[in-house]
């Protein structure tokens, strides 16, 4: 059986892979992720991000968006929405700043509710990365505006589009205990005190080979303990190039060992992978040597991480 059926199997909600519009005219490419037994739900990469859905302020455009839920539905996939607020990826009007708090109060109420009623129904990612690797707040357009209210602002908006959706909170280095997790887990117990709705918390997990955090787990745990549920949002595990046989049966274990957790947390809906294959991996553009983060390799073939995912789910 292959990874999606055997997620399914295991009592979660999908198997996924994040995917990019310029990729769906590789038709190989495409047979790959079409196929509901390998993937029951995508992440677009790109085209849900600010900069592409409202690149003049009040002027929305879906376009890429559609296109690739037009390509999950033909299949059966869930869509995860990524993302409504984020310091990267944003258009200058944004970017520049200059609002007052009433002004930037609007414009984020504006944009969560337009893409979350647009794309009713799904998972989203309605903020993301909000902190620091030290867990300090992460210093951008929105909370130098408003403060940490940006996030209460954002998820009251995505509740109100659309209360069918599940609304969560994604963040990287949160996988591993430690201050950034720490900052996160008082985040989301201060949310939940004020009766602020969010629904879950994304663990992306761009790990790297050797380096799987042994306190994953136990971290998932942490979370879903606050009465949130949790999923591993964009999973890859790179490592120093040349790749090795020795590298590679170790990203099979740690890709095993990844998806093990999510398996033991019942709060744990779903794993992604931040692309199924090395030929669209956004890793050796970032970092320099490394690469070959994903279980499938550059020319579509399965590489020993993908049967570290299948023998984990089984
Ligand atoms: O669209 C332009 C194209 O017109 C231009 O010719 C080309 C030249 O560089 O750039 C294209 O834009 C690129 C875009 O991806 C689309 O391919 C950007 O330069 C590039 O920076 C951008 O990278 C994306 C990155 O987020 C930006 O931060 C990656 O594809 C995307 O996979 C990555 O995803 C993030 C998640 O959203 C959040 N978590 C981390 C994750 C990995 O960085």
């Avoid at 409202?54 to 990524?82: L, W």
């Avoid at 959706?165 to 949310?191: R, V």
Wanted: glycine letters at 8%; charged letters at 15%.
């Amino acid at each position: 059986s292959n990874s999606n059926a055997l997620a399914r199997a295991a009592g979660k909600l999908y198997f996924g892979t994040a995917t990019d519009n310029s990729e769906l005219s590789d038709a190989a490419y495409v047979a790959i992720l079409s196929d509901n037994s390998y993937f029951g739900q995508l992440t677009p990469a790109n085209s849900m991000k600010w900069d592409a859905t409202e690149p003049e302020q009040g002027v929305f455009t879906f376009s890429g968006g559609d296109q690739i839920v037009s390509q999950a539905k033909a299949h059966n996939q869930i869509m995860r929405g990524h993302n409504c607020v984020w310091y990267n990826q944003l258009p200058s009007w944004v970017s520049n700043g200059g609002f007052t708090s009433a002004q930037l109060t609007s414009i984020i109420q504006n944009h969560c509710s337009t893409l979350v009623s647009h794309y009713k129904g799904e998972i989203w990612d309605v903020v993301n990365e909000p902190f620091n690797d030290d867990g300090t707040w992460r210093s951008d357009v929105f909370y130098n505006t408003l403060g940490t209210s940006y996030v209460d602002i954002a998820l009251q908006a995505a509740r109100a589009a659309d209360p069918g959706a599940k609304i969560y909170i994604n963040d990287y280095n949160i996988e591993m205990t430690g201050a950034k997790a720490t900052s996160m887990l008082n985040l989301i117990k201060d949310l939940k005190s004020r009766g602020i709705p969010v629904d879950g918390v994304g663990l992306q997990c761009h790990f790297i080979v050797g380096e799987v955090p042994t306190s994953l787990q136990s971290i998932m745990q942490q979370f879903t303990a606050l009465g949130v549920e949790v999923a591993i949002t964009e999973l890859d595990i790179r490592m120093t190039l040349p790749a090795s046989t020795a590298l590679l049966a170790q990203q099979e274990t740690d890709y095993k060992n990844v998806i093990s957790a999510c398996k033991a947390v019942s709060g744990c809906v779903g794993v992604t992978v931040w692309d199924y294959t090395d030929k669209y991996s956004w890793v050796p553009s970032t970092f320099s040597g490394q690469g070959e983060a994903c279980p499938w390799d550059a020319n579509l073939q399965k590489k020993p991480a993908y049967s570290g995912i299948t023998a984990a789910w089984a």
